[in-house]
T-cell receptor, first 111, second 116 residues
């Protein structure tokens, strides 16, 4: 299974602080994506980074990808209470375009 | 655009009964649909991949006779949990991808199944 690992499993910060979560995966990929999931709800797509990209920004989000280490990080700057959710990375199995999700990081942003 | 719906959003059933969950792409044609299962406080696990008009491909460890998947049209896939048991209680999420754009999946809101 290509199921990835994320750390930390849980992260609690104060509003305004930055939150960093990491994702590691096992095999070669075409793309890596980050999703957010509010409790008991569906997934919200945040950002896609391709295997030939090293960094990508979207608003307060910054994603890095290191294919040599098979890892990615998601940075949320100036966090808000509304950012409280679980965050998952998803990788595709090379050439099959199936997504395998990491174990997730549960972020709690305290107001 | 690219909205995926699921029905029902939640269902409670008795042990031994079968439950059907629908996944629809509302404004696009989905050549491929995916079914995931998510247990409480855990990640999404891919169960199967279905292509319109062909048999679904199941991930290792997923019983194809228990989780019947039908992808009869480009906008509808169904997952039937047969002879459901309490251990099948979970959050089932589908996703769909567009033809020629398989790097993007659009996720449905999920269906919470509780088997008593």
């Amino acid at each position: 299974s290509q199921q990835g690992e994320e750390d930390p499993q849980a992260l609690s910060i104060q509003e305004g602080e930055n939150a960093t979560m990491n994702c590691s995966y096992k095999t070669s990929i075409n793309n890596l994506q980050w999703y957010r999931q509010n409790s008991g709800r569906g997934l919200v797509h945040l950002i896609l980074i391709r295997s030939n990209e090293r960094e990508k920004h979207s608003g307060r989000l910054r994603v890095t990808l290191d294919t040599s280490k098979k890892s990615s990080s998601l940075l949320i700057t100036a966090s808000r209470a509304a950012d409280t959710a679980s965050y998952f990375c998803a990788t595709d199995e090379d050439n099959f375009n199936k997504f395998y999700f990491g174990s997730g990081t549960k972020l709690n942003v305290k107001p | 655009g690219a909205v995926v719906s699921q029905h029902p959003s939640w269902v409670i059933c008795k042990s031994g009964t079968s439950v059907k969950i629908e996944c629809r792409s509302l404004d696009f044609q989905a050549t491929t649909m995916f079914w995931y299962r998510q247990f409480p406080k855990q990640s999404l696990m891919l169960m199967a991949t279905s292509n319109e008009g062909s048999k679904a491909t199941y991930e290792q460890g997923v019983e194809k006779d228990k989780f019947l998947i039908n992808h009869a049209s480009l906008t509808l896939s169904t997952l039937t949990v047969t002879s459901a048991h309490p251990e099948d209680s979970s959050f089932y999420i589908c996703s769909a991808s567009l033809a020629g754009k398989s790097d993007t999946q659009y996720f449905g809101p999920g269906t919470r199944l509780t088997v008593l």
